[in-house]
């Protein structure tokens, strides 16, 4: 999962499932939200995993509907499933008032 907050310069988490929910494993800053920077941060953590002989392809992952995030994801990730992390939230409050 990776999220951003909305300060002066964006602070991004990327953060993992675990057994007991998510936690942030990682996270960045860049001094403009730009797809290119976005796409900067994911791929340093990715590089930094696989020069310990790792590999880091992940199957899903989730995020903000933001056409950046999602195509800087997409850009270090091809072929990923992506979720938009909003758009889950406001799935599970609908199914909630149907259900």
């Given at each position: 999962m990776?999220?951003?907050?909305?300060?002066?310069?964006?602070?991004?988490?990327?953060?993992v499932?675990?057994?007991?929910?998510?936690?942030?494993?990682?996270?960045?800053?860049?001094?403009?939200e730009?797809?290119?920077?976005?796409?900067?941060?994911?791929?340093?953590?990715k590089?930094?995993?696989?020069?310990?002989?790792?590999?880091?392809?992940?199957v899903?992952?989730?995020?903000?509907?933001c056409?950046?995030?999602?195509?800087?994801?997409?850009?270090?990730?091809p072929?990923m499933?992506?979720?938009?992390f909003?758009?889950?939230?406001?799935?599970?409050?609908?199914?909630?008032?149907?259900?």
């Open positions: 990776l999220d951003a907050t909305k300060y002066a310069l964006p602070l991004f988490f990327l953060a499932k675990t057994n007991v929910g998510y936690s942030v494993v990682a996270e960045f800053v860049v001094e403009n730009t797809k290119d920077a976005i796409k900067l941060g994911i791929s340093t953590i590089g930094w995993i696989e020069e310990d002989s790792w590999s880091w392809q992940p899903q992952f989730m995020t903000d509907y056409e950046r995030e999602i195509h800087a994801i997409e850009a270090v990730f072929g499933i992506l979720t938009y909003n758009g889950y939230i406001n799935l599970i409050q609908v199914l909630n008032l149907i259900l």
